[in-house]
C-alpha cells in the first residue's frame, strides 16, 4: 500500500545539460591569457590557485554561501500521507499531488497510505459513520414514516453503505506504526517529517444524505477523531524504533540543542529552525462543485439531491472550520507531553518494542491548513468573468466544468480542462496546487538549522 520514492531536488541540473559550464570557462579564459602573456601569467596563475583557497578556508563561516533551502530540507525530509482519494490527485496513471509536493521539496521519501484508485470512497473513521447511521435506524423506528415520510432515509445504508473494506484513518495509522524499525533504521531517521493528511471529502459526500444535525454532529466527532489519532503518531515519534520516530536533533551539537530548544529562543529565532512535528491539512473543495457530483444517485423523494447539495456546502464549511479550530488547539500544546488516551491508540505494540524514549525536550507541534481549493474556485471564478475564449486560453483554463475525461472518451488538450476526470482536477491545476503548497511549507514550516552557526 505505501511507496516509497527518492526524489531527485527539483534545483539540480538536467542531465543533458554540463554541471560546472563556469569552470570549463574559466579554464578556457585562463589558457588563453598565459598562452598571451608569457612566463609572468604563469607565475602568477599559479599562485593565484594556491593563495584563493587559503583564504576561502581561513574565511568566517558566515562568508561563505548557503545552499538552497528546498536542498537542505530534502536532504532528510520525509512525506507521510494518510487519507482517502481527494479531488487533487486520485487518478489512475498520473502522480498524486503529494508526489509532485515531494518534488518540489526535494524529499528524500514518500509514503502513501492512501487507497489506490479504484477503491471505495475512504472514510475518517468507518465506525464514527457506522453508528450515526444506526442511531438514524433507531429514529425511524420511533418515526411513523408512512406519516412522516421525510424520516425515511432507508435508502441511504443502500446508496452509501460503510466501505468496510476501505481502510480508515485508524487502520492507516495502525499499519503504518506496526513497521517496527530495526536499531540500524532507527539509526538512519528521518529528521524532518510532514505528515499530510487528506481525509474529508468522502465523509461530505456520504454525510450529505443523512439530516443535517446528525452530519454536523459526525463532521465535529471525525475531525476530533483525524486530531486523537494524529496524537497517536506523536507520541510514537517519540520511540527510538518506531517507524515514525523523528531524529529531531541530529547534526547538532550540545549547545545547538540548547539554543534550539532553550524556551526564551521563540523570541530570538525564526520559528521554523525550532525543531517540530508537522502536519499538513488541506482544506476541502465543496463536491457538488466538481462534474462527479452530477453522477450521484437520486433519493427518492420526498428527498432531493438540491437538499443534499445545501448539506454538502453547509457540512465542507464546518469540517474546514473545525480543523481551523482543533489545529489551532493543537498547536498551543507546544512541546507539551502527549495525553493520548488508552482507547485511542492503534494496539498494544509494547514500550520495548518501541524502544528507548527520547530525550526532552519534545518537538513542538505545528501545523498548517493548505488551501488548494481557494486555487480551484479561482480558476472557476475567473472562467466564468472572461470575455472569450481567447481571453481565456491565455489566463486560464477553456472548460472548468467539462473534464477531459468522460467514459471512454478522452478529450485532445487536457491542460485547457480544470478536472482530469469526474472528481479528479487536471495535472496543470495538481501541479499549481502543490508548488503553492511547497511555498507556504517553506514559508512557515521549514528551514534548515544545520546551516546556522551555533555560537
Known sequence: MGSHRPSKSVDEPPDNLPRYPGTKALLAFATQRIMR???????LFAAML????ALVHLSPASWRPSWNWSREAGDNLRIVVFGSQDLLGSASGRPTWTERLCIELGCSSHVSLVPPAGSNHGLTSNGIYANELSMLQSRMKEMDVV?????????????????????DLEAQVKGFLSRRSTDAAAAAAPHRTLWVFTFG????????????????????????????????????SLYHRSTAYLDIWAGNANSGVERLSDQGAHGRLDKRQLESFQIVIPDLLDVTLTPGWQTRPDPPAPHSKAEQMRNAAFLTKQWNSKVGQELERWVARGRSKSEVKEDSKTGDFGKPSKGKLMDAPYPRRTGLRSTPAVTILNAMTEREVQRSKEQAAATGFLDV????????????TPDAHLFHDAFTVGQRMA???????AERISRELIASVRGVKVQ
Open 50 to 53: 594556491l593563495v584563493v583557497p
Open 201 to 236: 471529502t468522502w465523509d461530505v459526500w456520504n454525510l450529505a444524505a443523512l439530516p443535517r444535525e446528525l452530519g454536523e454532529r459526525a463532521v465535529d466527532a471525525l475531525v476530533s477523531h483525524l486530531f486523537s489519532q494524529i496524537e497517536v503518531l506523536y507520541e510514537d
Open 401 to 412: 466544468w467539462k473534464p477531459c475525461v468522460e467514459g471512454d472518451e478522452t478529450c485532445s
Open 147 to 167: 406519516r412522516s415520510p421525510a424520516w425515511n432515509y432507508t435508502f441511504i445504508s443502500e446508496q452509501y453503505p460503510v466501505p468496510a473494506q476501505t481502510p
Open 37 to 43: 602573456g608569457g612566463p609572468l601569467s604563469l607565475v
Open 431 to 437: 501541479e499549481g496546487a502543490a508548488r503553492m503548497t
